[in-house]
């Protein structure tokens, strides 16, 4: 019903910047949050940043003052800004949706990758 398609991920050096974009299309009426996850080999996944259809967000404290979620008037889009990048960064960056109908539904997108090189 919901897809989720990531883009802007790619390879940069320490203190170098990415911007990732989501968007959401499919036959939903409505996103309540949207969101980042991320994946590094050999451990688990992590949430990055989220952001609530009132504008609320929470991060992970290894992002805080470093990357910022965004997100567009239809909230059906959502950025992630990603500043000062460090190699601990580096994994698959994942889209996240919670979105209706029906309600509680989540639809995850197929991730893009992140690599950050010393």
């Known amino acids: 019903q919901v897809q989720l398609v990531e883009s802007g991920g790619g390879a940069v050096q320490a203190g170098g910047s990415l911007r990732l974009s989501c968007a959401a299309s499919g036959s939903f009426s409505g996103i309540e949050t949207m969101g980042w996850y991320r994946q590094a080999p050999g451990k688990q996944r992590e949430l990055v940043a989220a952001i609530t259809s009132g504008g609320s967000t929470n991060y992970a404290d290894s992002v805080k003052g470093r990357f910022t979620i965004s997100r567009d008037n239809s909230k059906n889009t959502v950025s992630l800004q990603m500043n000062s990048l460090k190699p601990e960064d580096t994994a698959v960056y994942y889209c996240?949706?919670?979105?209706?109908?029906?309600?509680?539904?989540?639809?995850w997108g197929q991730g893009t990758q992140v690599t950050v090189s010393s």
């Open positions: 996240n949706a919670d979105h209706f109908p029906p309600r509680g539904s989540r639809s």
